[in-house]
Each structure stands twice: as structure tokens, then as C-alpha cells.
């Protein structure tokens, strides 16, 4: 009997859709996909996968769950039903969850999609399962905020309790920067504002697959800087690396990373998790995800296993199957930043330079477009990724783009 999976995909993105591609490539699958887009839509950006969909099914907002519920209760009657409800997007999360448990589908629950959501409660669960994460509160109004701060004292972080991609996420170092945050933030009972203490650390990522609650694979990034270094600091650029050997602090780490996976109930499926090594050596875990990684943590991952982490991820959601592989290579990826005055991107220079000394180690590049408005964002305004076959080849590399490219804004 081929099982019957719905991929939320939202607009039909490059993205979204090879994981869609990967889907219609198992065996044994009908795919729907639940879209804002329709059908001529598809067809247009892809005939041979629109060809191997078996229906559109159209959503009006599908981060509202009750529209989720309506598209999934479709496909229910039009397939008799349905197995599996997917999508990769961390703002689909909890109404992914809260569709499957309105209309019985397996997979992650409404609860255990909000366990990864809700920055306080996922820290609330961790907290009660003994492992190390930092102090927090979910503060509801200035006078809250002041008293947290006199309990941990300055710097603080602020940032809204469903964030993403660090917007909106402030570090605070004394009670008149609080009083702007908040205000800025407007934290209130409805719409609580997490805080915490400032954990002064390296950030690092860990990545596992789970079947059945048990952790059959794992690997772990570095970045440099930390996002929020980034984008308080407009010349620095940002780096992801990805070494080759399961070294410390990772191997250390990873069993406090999978026993937070479980506390917060993931079953099967693949988690991206940040955690903080402190100098002192201890950990602190900061955020989980149920979902695979951005930051080209997902390409860098197939790199370096000489796989396709997509179709992978698709064969653990669907047929709850992962097949480890060894790790033969390093990987990194390096995002460029525009700097300088001015609201356009003008120029890029370095690129030569760079090209001809660590050319041959980069796998795939985005270069920055004259004339766009620069991002904002840490992962910049281009990018590229690389892989060596030892690691130092690869922080050698990381460390000459980061000097060598330079977007220019003017
Ligand atoms: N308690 C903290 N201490 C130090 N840095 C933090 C803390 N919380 C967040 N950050 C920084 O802010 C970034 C964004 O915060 P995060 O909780 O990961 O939210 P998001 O969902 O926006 O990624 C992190 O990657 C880290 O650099
Ligand atoms: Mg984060």
C-alpha cells in the first residue's frame, strides 16, 4: 500500500521543492502538496514533478492551523488518508503538529511542536530533564524584566518567544538599554517576552537523526562569529564550519544533545540544536529545532558524507529509515556582508584573489548582486561553501574569504 504524504510548501521555492522532487523519488509514495500556489503554478516551475504530484491542495495561510486542518481533512477524503504531514519551514512547525493531532496523523504532535517553538517552555522541559540551559523568563512587563535583571544580572538577552533567524533579538547590557528593549518589544501577558542570561560562549550546532527516540547518527557545526556578534558588528563576516572528525566538544556534548531531543519528545526526524561552549568548558543548550538546519548546514552535511541529506531526511520522515554514513570530508561555508555607507551594494572585491587561492575548494556560491539592498541579515548578502578533505584546509579557506571579499555598499 504506497504511503499517502502531504509536503506543506507554502510558495513553490527552489528549496521546498527538492524536497518535494526527493519525496516523489521514493518508492511506494503519493505526494500531495498543500500550496498558496496552484497547479498551472507548478507545472510551470517543474512538469516532471508537478507530473508525479497527485493533487494540489490549496491553502490561504498555512502557519494558521485551522487552514491546515481544512487542506489536510481534503486530502483525508479525497485518498481515503493520510500518512504522513510534512514541511521544513520552522514557522510551519507547531501548525504542522497541531494539524496531525486534529486530524489523527503520526508524526511530531501539537505538543511536542510547541516543546521546540516556545523558547520558555522548551527551556522549562530541559530544565526539569537536568540538563543545562540558561536561566531564563518569560517577562511580561518592564517591572518583570527589572526584576529578572537584578536576579542575573547584566548582559541579558532579550527576543521574542518565537523568533527566528535572530530578528528582533537584543543583548542587554544595562537598565536603560532594558527600558528600550521593552519598550521596543512590548512584552504583555498575551505575548510574553523571553529574557535570559547572556551566555558568553561559543555557539556551536548539533544535528542528529532519531527513529523511534533513538539517535541512530549525529554531526555538529562551529560558528564564528556567534549570530548575534554578527549583526551588532557591521564588518564582521560569518562563518559555519563543519569538521571532518567527530572530535571533542562534540562527542562530549552529544549525549546531553540527544537526551534533549528526547526530553522534548522528537520520535523520528532529524534536529538542528545551537548550544554554547562556555571557556570554562561547561555547556549550555540553547535552542532546538525539529526540523532540518538552515544555515547550508543541510548541503555542507551531504558534503562531507558524501550523500544527499535531503532524500535522506525525506527517507527518515516517511519510511523511518536513516543509513549513517562515514564522514570523509570538512565543509564551510562563509557569508559576505555589505559594509560601509551607503543603501546599494556597488562593488565586490577580493574575488580573483580569492578564486585563485582556495578556488578549487568551493562547491557551490551565491555572489552578491550590484545594486540590491543589503540584507541585514548574518548570513549576508552572498555566500559560498567549500569542502577539503581535512579541516584545516577548511578554516585555512574560511579565514582567507573572510579577509579577501569585500561587498562594498555606496
Ligand atoms: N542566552 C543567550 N546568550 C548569548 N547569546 C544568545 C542567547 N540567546 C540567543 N543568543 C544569540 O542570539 C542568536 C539568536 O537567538 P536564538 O535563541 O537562536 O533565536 P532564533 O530563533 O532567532 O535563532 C543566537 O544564535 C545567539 O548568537
Ligand atoms: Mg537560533
Redesign the pocket.
Known amino acids: 500500500m504506497p504511503i499517502h504524504v502531504a509536503l506543506v510548501a507554502p510558495v513553490f521555492l527552489a528549496n521546498t521543492l527538492r524536497y518535494a522532487r526527493a519525496i516523489a523519488a521514493l518508492d511506494d509514495v503519493r505526494l500531495a502538496l498543500i500550496s498558496t500556489q496552484d497547479r498551472e503554478a507548478l507545472t510551470a516551475v517543474d512538469p516532471e514533478l508537478s507530473a508525479r504530484v497527485d493533487a494540489v491542495v490549496p491553502v490561504r495561510d498555512p502557519t494558521q492551523a485551522a487552514h491546515l486542518v481544512d487542506a489536510t481533512r481534503a486530502l483525508q477524503t479525497h485518498w481515503g488518508r493520510v500518512d504522513r504531514l510534512l514541511g521544513v519551514l520552522?514557522q510551519l512547525q507547531v501548525p504542522l503538529g497541531a494539524a496531525r493531532t486534529a486530524c489523527g496523523v503520526p508524526g511530531m504532535s501539537l505538543d511536542v511542536a510547541r516543546n521546540f517553538r516556545d523558547?520558555s517552555r522548551m527551556k522549562d522541559v530541559l530544565r526539569a530533564a537536568g540538563l543545562p540551559v540558561?536561566r531564563h523568563r518569560a517577562v511580561t512587563s518592564l517591572a518583570d524584566a527589572r526584576s529578572f535583571a537584578e536576579q542575573v544580572g547584566y548582559p541579558l538577552?532579550l527576543?521574542p518567544m518565537e523568533?527566528?533567524?535572530?530578528?528582533a533579538?537584543w543583548?542587554v547590557n544595562d537598565d536603560s538599554e532594558l527600558e528600550r528593549v521593552v519598550a521596543a518589544l512590548r512584552p504583555s501577558v498575551l505575548h510574553p517576552v523571553q529574557a535570559?542570561?547572556?551566555?558568553?560562549?561559543t555557539?556551536r550546532t548539533f544535528e542528529a537523526a532519531l527513529v523511534d527516540g533513538q539517535a541512530t547518527w549525529w554531526s555538529g557545526t562551529r560558528?564564528h562569529p556567534?549570530?548575534?556578534?554578527v549583526l551588532e558588528t557591521p564588518w564582521e563576516q560569518y562563518t559555519v564550519l563543519l569538521p571532518r572528525e567527530a572530535d571533542s566538544p562534540w562527542t562530549d556534548f552529544a549525549p546531553i544533545g540527544i537526551a534533549a531531543v528526547q526530553a522534548l519528545g522528537l520520535q523520528t526526524g532529524l534536529c538542528h540544536m545551537?548550544w554554547?561552549e562556555r571557556a570554562d568548558g561547561s555547556f549550555v543548550i540553547?535552542?532546538v529545532g525539529a526540523r532540518p538546519p538552515g544555515v547550508h548546514i543541510m548541503p555542507m552535511m551531504s558534503a562531507v558524507h558524501d550523500t544527499d541529506m535531503v532524500a535522506d531526511w525525506v527517507r527518515l520522515v516517511v519510511q523511518g529509515r536513516f543509513d549513517p554514513k562515514p564522514r570523509v570530508k570538512a565543509a564551510g561555508a562563509v557569508f559576505f556582508r555589505a559594509q560601509g555607507r551607503g543603501d546599494r551594494i556597488v562593488a565586490v572585491s577580493g574575488l580573483d584573489e580569492a578564486q585563485a587561492k582556495v578556488g578549487a575548494l568551493v562547491i557551490d556560491r551565491s555572489l552578491p548582486e550590484i545594486g540590491a539592498r543589503p540584507t541585514g541579515h548574518y548570513e549576508g548578502d552572498g555566500w559560498a561553501l567549500l569542502a577539503a578533505d581535512t579541516t584545516v584546509e577548511v578554516v585555512q579557506a574560511l579565514g582567507l574569504l573572510v579577509r579577501t571579499v569585500r561587498v562594498h555598499l555606496g
Open positions: 520552522e523558547k540558561a538577552v527576543k523568533g527566528v533567524g535572530a530578528k533579538t543583548r535570559e542570561e547572556f551566555v558568553v560562549a555557539e560558528y556567534t549570530p548575534l556578534r545551537e554554547f540553547g535552542e
